[in-house]
């Protein structure tokens, strides 16, 4: 575990576990680099080099004012790639965390990805425009804001008890340590960057970064998200990748790297080893 520095001074905190070929495990909003344990250890018993970070102003990393945007999301992986010296490794993003690492792979990626993978990602765009007309409408976006500054803790436990694991699905048994685990995170970050992270997450247009990344991708979506619609993201974004793949899974929620980590992470593998 370690610290880097990134251009304007913001601490990033980051794990770097084992040996081999490198794995970058870029996190949803607002979590941390816990939220890849599963991952983690899976692919660490694999004889993998495992690395997650923290986004600027979540879990472990300084809670800074300014500079939550995906602009320099990318340019914090960035920082940490070349302090870490990371060549032909695999980057793995999910939710928020897949968007970073599209921008990540599309700016700044050249000489030292060998492949992407997104995971329940946000690209190409969440939120409905002119340009975009089967986004979600701003209003959903800023009703996440209106809940966030009322009373985060309390939207965060419901986000984790309902939508976000699929909790909320008739039959559904949730578990109450992932509830909390999820929980946790959140909080462990700060109150403004979760705010500022809503409109990096919704409103970024990945459309030419995805026309740039030339790297095999794999783009894996459950039918049952209900936080990002697969119709509006996973499908667009494989048409716009040189060299995607869709992996669409029957009625998977959106947090399935950790309701059906068995699954994801042997299709992850199989992926990376092809």
Known sequence: MGMITSRDGTQIFYKDWGRGEPI???????????????????F????????????????????????????????????????????????????????????YVARHGAGRVAKLVLIGAVPPLMVKTADNPGG???????GFRQLLAANRAQFYLDVASGPFYGYNRDGATASQGVIRNW????????ANAHYEGIKAFSETDFTDDLQSIDVPTL????????????????????????????????????????????????????????
Not at 183 to 190: A, E, F, L, S, T
């Open 44 to 103: 660490l018993g694999k004889g993998y080099r495992v690395i997650a970070h923290d986004r600027r102003g979540h879990g472990r990393s300084s809670q800074v004012a300014s500079g939550h945007d995906m602009d320099h999301y990318a340019a914090d992986v960035a920082a940490m790639a070349e302090h870490l010296d990371l060549r032909d490794a695999i980057h793995i993003g999910h939710s928020t965390g897949g968007g970073e690492a599209t921008r």
């Open 24 to 42: 970058v495990f870029h996190h949803g909003w607002p979590l941390s680099g816990d939220d890849w344990d599963a991952q983690m250890l899976y």
């Open 219 to 274: 783009v894996m979506h459950g039918d049952d998200d209900q936080i990002v619609p697969i119709d509006d993201s996973a499908r667009l974004s494989v048409k716009l990748l040189k060299n995607g793949t869709l992996k669409v899974y029957d009625g998977f929620p959106h947090g399935m790297c950790t309701t059906h980590a068995d699954v994801i992470n042997e299709d992850l593998l199989a992926f990376i080893e092809a």
């Open 183 to 190: 929980w946790r995170q959140g909080m462990m970050g700060g």
């Open 136 to 142: 979600l409408p701003v209003e959903v976006f800023d």
